[in-house]
């Protein structure tokens, strides 16, 4: 059984809580604070309910070193601010004194430890390590979903040596829209996948294909499938060694009586650059030295009939170069379809995510996942090893 941090009693106890402070930082300044914010619940129910926090993350990928580059300074400024109390910081997460800082807390003080990642033993998941880290508290908290994939230090040995232990709001919200999106979903339920090859998403596809009523393919990837039925794609991106499994996904659909739904017109170029040559065509027509960026208006048109009916949407990835203006509008007009739906709509994923936030319609979605690589081990129907950690 999963604990959630609100289950937990917290009086006058030591909470670490493991965050995802991974921001995007421009000469220390930090560009977008989302992750920080989004930490933020966890943070005050421990604190409202007499606790001390000590604040662990990893930020950037400084490989095992110290770089002060990556340092979390500017985030204990940062959750200072959004508290409206001081946050402490010291420059190392383990060590004398560490301890000793965190030996002396006293109930509300919230003390934010340096990089994990400056020690190589964290990505190592080294238990002498986690031990360490755990013995700063009594209870260890996980918030940081977006790395609960990966068996690392702080999110998976530490659980061995946590006095109690459970995952805070953030990951408890990531589970609960994910168990109603894909455990007893409304119906139908469609998912969207896009994004650059088939290969990344494999599994993904194939464990999708067993629970939804409709899969709609854009991005690189759908060329593979249309190669698969036997189009000419020009130069369009193609796994070749994947044509048999994308017909068996489409075998596999059929088998089920679920669609899949492939692009029908598509925007090809006759380079990826923002200066190209580019226009429409039905996917019957990509000339050969052309290659296909973007879904048409005709696709956008049935992917909008596919999803009028929807009870739930799972979205990920990207419908073409959405980099690129000129093959940005499938993309945009996919976040549109799911903005206006009524359904239950969950869209996770980095690209699609920044889709998401540049067109201002994040508010319009029932669940954003704070995770790319972590959403992707849903889908796919793994269980994340931090997570599954925390149950023992
Ligand atoms: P992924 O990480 O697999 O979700 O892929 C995201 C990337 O796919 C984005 O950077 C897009 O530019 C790229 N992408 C989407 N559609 C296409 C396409 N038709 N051809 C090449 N790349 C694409």
Redesign the pocket.
């Known amino acids: 059984m999963l604990s959630y941090v609100d289950e937990i009693e917290v009086k006058d106890k030591k909470v670490f809580i493991r965050a995802d402070f991974n921001v995007p930082l421009d000469q220390g300044i930090i560009t977008d604070d989302t992750r920080i914010k989004s930490t933020l619940p966890t943070v005050r129910s421990v604190l409202d309910r007499g606790g001390s926090v000590i604040l662990a993350s990893h930020l950037g990928r400084p490989k095992g070193k110290v770089d002060k580059k990556y340092s979390l300074a500017p985030v204990a400024d940062r959750l200072s601010e959004l508290l409206g109390k001081e946050v402490m910081f010291i420059e190392d997460c383990i060590g004398k004194e560490v301890e000793e800082k965190a030996q002396h807390l006293k109930p509300g003080d919230i003390l934010l430890l340096e990089n994990l990642r400056f020690h190589p033993e964290e990505e190592k998941n080294d238990e002498g390590f986690a031990r360490k880290l755990a013995g700063l508290a009594d209870i260890y908290i996980n918030d940081a979903f977006a790395v609960s994939h990966r068996a690392h230090a702080s999110v998976e040995a530490i659980t061995r040596f946590a006095g109690q232990k459970g995952a805070g709001f953030l990951i408890k919200n990531e589970i609960t829209y994910f168990k109603k999106a894909m455990g007893e979903p409304e119906r139908p339920l469609i998912a969207i996948i896009?994004?650059?090859?088939v290969s990344?998403?494999l599994e993904v596809l194939e464990n999708l294909i067993q629970k939804v009523d409709k899969l709609l393919i854009?991005?690189?990837?759908?060329?593979t499938f249309l190669k698969a039925e036997g189009i000419e794609i020009g130069k369009?991106?193609v796994e070749d060694d994947l044509l048999d499994t994308a017909r068996k996904v489409m075998k596999k659909a059929d088998e089920r009586g679920a669609k899949v739904i492939l692009p029908v017109d598509c925007v090809v170029a006759n380079k990826?650059d923002a200066e190209a040559e580019y226009k429409t065509t039905t996917i019957n027509d990509i000339p050969a030295d052309w290659?296909?960026?973007?879904i048409g208006e005709q696709t956008l048109k049935l992917f909008k009939e596919a999803i009028k009916d929807a009870g739930t949407i799972v979205w990920?990835?990207?419908?073409?170069?959405?980099?690129i203006e000129p093959f940005s509008k499938g993309t945009y007009g996919v976040v549109d379809l799911v903005a206006d739906s009524p359904a239950l709509s969950i869209v996770g994923?980095?690209?699609t995510d920044v889709a998401l936030h540049r067109s201002g319609k994040s508010d319009k979605i029932s669940f954003m996942s704070t995770a790319g690589g972590a959403f992707l081990e849903l889908l796919k129907g793994e269980t994340l090893p931090a997570i599954k950690a925390l149950e023992h």
């Open positions: 896009g994004g650059a090859k990344g998403k854009g991005g690189g990837m759908a060329f369009s991106l990826v290659l296909g960026l973007d990920n990835g990207p419908m073409g170069v959405f980099e994923g980095g690209d």
